[in-house]
């Protein structure tokens, strides 16, 4: 019950596309004690579902901008390759830290931006 | 005389026209090149960091959508879940070749997930942009911190 709790939430925060894996990956770990690479790829797998549906509404609310996907999945796909493998098989304790820092300046520039906040939606 | 003069002047207008349509063509086709060339990187650092992660495409995606290529906050949200799908499923099949999934629990977190999965998309449409980038923002800066700890 409480795994499914956490789940809904963080459903909730991926299904608006603001990370549910950053609150998924932490509570898995905290709360249940799950292993670090586990609960990585409980997000990951738990995503593919959740996504779907999640894009089949932002599809009805004419949201998805089709035609930049297309050129940013191509790259991407490589990038995840690369990525999950590093993951598997070494400790990144140190990208860890720089992706730390990175969250945080980007956080901060989303809390504080005015940038394109007054564009109307098309 | 007069005639090669109107001739030449005719010449030169139809030149320069051409002239300014060509270099238009090339500006724009440049322009789109740049606008592809960034839109593969941000893609493929966005697979990297998920990957290696576990999460966390869309803390790259997004505020490069918005902030580098000017689309809409809400779009860019949206958008970024649809990106990230296809790269979720490779990641998921390389994590479960190395043995590290564990299926009940995941099964038990999917169908929590899916479930909050409808109600934030629906969501998402209501949240005005302000209230979104904090919300966005904050999360981020947890994650960081949580990250360090």
């Given amino acids: 019950m409480l795994v499914?709790?956490?789940?809904?939430?963080?459903?909730?925060?991926?299904?608006?596309?603001?990370?549910?894996g950053t609150v998924?990956?932490?509570?898995?770990?905290?709360?249940?004690?799950?292993?670090?690479?586990?609960?990585?790829?409980?997000?990951?797998i738990s995503f593919i579902p959740t996504a779907s549906v999640a894009i089949l509404i932002h599809l009805r609310n004419k949201n998805i901008e089709k035609k930049l996907v297309i050129k940013l999945i191509l790259l991407g796909v490589i990038g995840a390759v690369i990525g999950s493998f590093i993951a598997v098989s070494l400790n990144a304790q140190l990208l860890k830290k720089f992706f730390a820092g990175f969250l945080l300046l980007m956080g901060l520039y989303e809390i504080s931006s005015k940038k394109n906040l007054q564009k109307k939606r098309g | 005389?007069?005639?090669?003069?109107?001739?030449?002047?005719?010449?030169?207008?139809?030149?320069?026209?051409?002239?300014?349509?060509?270099?238009e063509f090339i500006g724009d086709s440049m322009k789109k090149s740049k606008f592809t060339a960034k839109l593969l990187l941000i893609g493929f650092i966005t697979g990297l960091i998920n990957g290696l992660?576990?999460?966390?495409?869309?803390?790259?995606?997004?505020?490069?959508?918005?902030?580098?290529?000017d689309v809409e906050d809400h779009k860019a949200h949206a958008t970024a879940i649809a990106i990230i799908l296809p790269l979720s499923i490779l990641s998921s099949i390389i994590?479960?070749?190395?043995?590290?999934?564990?299926?009940?629990?995941t099964e038990n977190v999917a169908i929590g997930s899916v479930l909050g999965g409808i109600v934030g998309s629906?969501?998402?449409?209501?949240?005005?942009?302000?209230i979104l980038r904090?919300?966005?923002g904050v999360i981020m800066i947890i994650a960081a911190v949580r990250m360090v700890i």
Avoid at chain 2, 53 to 68: A, I, N, Q
Avoid at chain 2, 95 to 103: A, F, K, T
């Fill in chain 2, 122 to 130: 629906m969501l998402l449409n209501k949240l005005p942009v302000n």
């Fill in chain 1, 4 to 20: 499914a709790l956490i789940g809904f939430f963080s459903g909730i925060i991926g299904g608006m596309g603001i990370g549910g």
């Fill in chain 2, 1 to 23: 005389m007069l005639s090669f003069a109107i001739f030449t002047r005719i010449n030169i207008t139809i030149f320069v026209k051409i002239n300014t349509k060509y270099r």
């Fill in chain 2, 134 to 136: 904090k919300f966005f």
């Fill in chain 2, 53 to 69: 992660f576990g999460s966390g495409g869309g803390t790259v995606l997004v505020p490069c959508l918005v902030f580098l290529m």
């Fill in chain 1, 24 to 44: 998924l990956i932490p509570s898995l770990v905290f709360f249940l004690g799950t292993k670090q690479h586990t609960a990585q790829s409980i997000n990951l």
């Fill in chain 2, 95 to 105: 994590y479960y070749s190395y043995n590290v999934v564990d299926i009940a629990l």
